[in-house]
């Protein structure tokens, strides 16, 4: 998921960036990219100034919160919240107070829940140098059908992390890259990038290690760009797989090629349809599918759904990829974009930012977690939508990134 932890991929890209349905959008801003150009402003402001914000329910958003707090305060107090001193954040101390105080609000009281966090946060606007609109996508937990050993129609692998595939959190070694994380393998003492697509599926890597195997290949290839899904098994049962790792090398949108071909239409192209047209081409299916070198590797999950980068599950319809170079996770989120299916209707509702995204880059940008199934896979795959959220931060933080009113 789009989840790595669901995607930690150093994260998880997600589809929906590079196959959703491209609405005539023309106020939405690319992300930033150059660091130059790319500065986090903040605006603190009221409640009574978030468009939606007594209509929510916020119980729902405590309960989100609640697993991030209970991985916050696992940490020391003196750690900082944030992957480096671009984000706003403060440190574990500062949030300690409203994580203990969660744990005694009843969630099923929504104006409780919206009391909670009227007392121990305040809203800032978040801004990009100025800019307060972004772009919004959706990503969701796909199910497939798999099986323990290889046999009959259970031909293709979801494979485990190589015990030789490393992992490089670049924060560690200078400040400013803080968030950003790089992964390969030891060849002669330099760190280089493990074998593509073409040459694990070849088999041209001899100690990967099947976790188990599912019956479609296409269904494996969208489960790598979501980093996490269920798999209902053959014996019976359903367990959850998520992000262990991946390849190192630079993600190919499929969905782009078939743009750029001429295959499929920008306003055409779907998940069902990138689907359709492999399924349809026996050779040339699978050759556009090698043309992405990225391959993530899984691990079975525990507890009540996949993980996201922050190392907790993911709440549907609450939880928020987020780039967390600026944005720091477990942070409240109010975000005000539009439904995926309806441009006309709001879709304001507070989230937390649980998780990273491959794709998911810039300031004002985020992935919005819809959940498992059929009905999330069609919101998710039609989210692409302008907006801007305010981050609540706790009373106690000052952050450097505010502006004066």
């Known amino acids: 998921m789009k989840m790595r932890a669901v995607l930690s991929t150093g994260a998880l890209f997600m589809f929906t960036v590079s196959c959703a349905p491209v609405p005539k959008v023309t106020s939405v801003p690319p992300p930033v990219e150059d660091a130059k150009t790319t500065k986090i402003e903040l605006r603190s402001t009221g409640f009574s100034a978030l468009p939606g914000w007594a209509d929510d329910q916020h119980g729902a958003a405590l309960v989100a919160f609640r697993k991030s707090c209970a991985r916050m305060l696992t940490l020391p107090a003196t750690r900082n919240v944030a992957a480096n001193d671009a984000a706003p954040g403060g440190t574990i101390a500062n949030w300690k107070g409203p994580c203990t105080a969660a744990l005694a609000v ?21 801004a990009d140098a100025g800019v307060t609109k972004g772009l919004f996508t959706g990503y969701y937990e796909p199910e497939l059908n798999g099986a323990w050993n290889r046999g009959g129609k259970f031909q293709t692998p979801l494979y ?31 760190l280089k990038p493990y074998a593509a697509r073409t040459g694990i599926e070849s088999g041209k890597v001899s100690n990967l290690r099947p976790l188990l195997w599912v019956d479609d290949a296409v269904d494996a290839f969208f489960l790598h760009i979501q980093g996490s899904g269920r798999v209902r098994m053959k014996d019976g049962g359903i367990v959850h797989v998520g992000f262990a790792g991946k390849n190192g090398r630079t993600y190919k949108s499929v ?41 993530v590797f ?91 959220y305010f981050i609540l931060l706790p009373l106690s933080v000052v952050p450097l990134q505010a502006k004066a009113r």
Not at 260 to 283: C, F, H, Y
Not at 305 to 312: D, N, S
């Open 106 to 126: 009843d969630h099923q009281d929504d104006a409780l829940a919206r009391r909670f966090f009227e007392t121990w946060f305040v809203p800032y606007e978040v």
């Open 160 to 190: 485990a992390r190589p015990d030789d595939l490393v992992s490089v959190s670049l924060g560690a070694f200078d400040d400013e890259l803080g968030g950003n994380t790089i992964w390969g393998r030891v060849v002669g003492g330099k």
């Open 255 to 295: 969905g782009r090629v078939l743009i750029d071909s001429g295959e499929i239409p920008a306003n055409r192209l779907t998940m069902n349809a990138i689907r359709n047209w492999v399924q349809q081409r026996p050779k040339a299916g699978p050759e556009l599918l090698r043309q992405n070198p990225s391959y």
């Open 298 to 388: 899984f691990r079975l999950l525990k507890g009540d759904g996949p993980l996201g980068a922050q190392g907790v599950a993911l709440t549907a319809g609450r939880s928020l990829a987020v780039d967390r170079r600026y944005v720091p996770l477990g942070a409240p989120l109010w975000l005000m974009t539009h439904d995926p299916l309806d441009a006309a209707k709001p879709f304001q509702r507070l989230m937390v930012a649980q998780d990273t995204g491959g794709a998911i880059r810039g300031v004002v940008r985020g992935d919005i977690f819809f959940g498992p199934g059929d009905r999330a896979a069609k919101r998710a795959g039609n989210m692409k939508r302008p907006g801007r």
